[in-house]
């Protein structure tokens, strides 16, 4: 059974860098690993994925702020958005797909998510 579990700040201030980190455990075969956010009120947001080779893909709205790596020996995968504003304040989720999922914001697509944690931008 994979297990995941986000950490990370509750509370970053406005233009500051989010920095998140999901620990993976009980992965025997190679996924595609992503970050998912929803912001209050409102739905899913597909923020980005990694694959297990490393190659990367992100929401093009995002892009130019997201950075998504990964820690092979420590079995983690981070998530970085830059310049944050209140807009970015959501409960961020990291989860686990075996086929590569581009954008999709269907809960039941992926095989398992993360408990989420929030993160709220403050002044």
């Known amino acids: 059974q994979v297990q995941l579990q986000e950490s990370g700040p509750g509370l970053v201030k406005p233009w500051q860098t989010l920095s998140l980190t999901c620990t993976v455990s009980?992965?025997?075969?190679?996924?595609?690993w992503h970050w998912i956010r929803q912001p209050p009120g409102k739905g899913l947001e597909w923020m980005g994925v990694i694959s297990y080779s490393g190659s990367t893909y992100y929401n093009p709205s995002l892009k130019i702020r997201t950075s998504i790596a990964r820690d092979t020996a420590k079995n983690q995968f981070t998530l970085q958005l830059l310049s944050v504003t209140h807009e970015d304040t959501a409960v961020y989720y990291c989860?686990?797909?075996?086929?590569?999922?581009?954008?999709?914001?269907?809960?039941?697509?992926?095989?398992?998510w993360g408990q989420g944690t929030q993160v709220t931008v403050y002044s």
């Open positions: 009980g992965a025997s075969i190679p996924y595609y």
């Open positions: 989860a686990a797909s075996k086929t590569l999922i581009l954008g999709e914001t269907t809960k039941s697509t992926y095989d398992y």
